[in-house]
């Protein structure tokens, strides 16, 4: 058996009939099209991973500057803050 249940006697026929059709010259263009078209794909991909990846590295990753470290407030302080309400 070969591709999905066809048999290498089928897909010689079919190799045959295709090259009776179109002659071997033209098989040849196509094929050399088609290689051309998959190369500049291939380019085409690399360019832009190679775009993204230059991307990445110039936005090193900035962490904002404080003049002044301040903790933020602990729950007890926010109790001692809070007004109570006056004794009845």
């Known amino acids: 058996m070969g591709f999905g ?3 290498i006697w089928s897909l010689l026929l079919i ?3 295709v090259m009776l059709l179109f002659g071997t010259k033209k098989l040849r263009n ?3 099209d088609l290689g051309g078209a998959i190369r500049g794909f291939k380019q085409a ?3 832009g991973q190679a775009e993204r990846h230059n991307e990445r ?3 090193a990753p900035r ?3 404080r003049d002044s470290v301040e903790s ?3 729950s007890s302080d926010a109790r001692k803050t809070r007004e109570e309400p006056p004794p009845l």
């Open 5 to 7: 249940g066809i048999s």
């Open 15 to 17: 190799l045959a009939i």
């Open 57 to 59: 590295s110039d936005e």
């Open 30 to 32: 196509i094929g050399t």
């Open 63 to 65: 962490i904002p500057q």
């Open 72 to 74: 933020p407030p602990s």
């Open 45 to 47: 991909l690399d360019e």
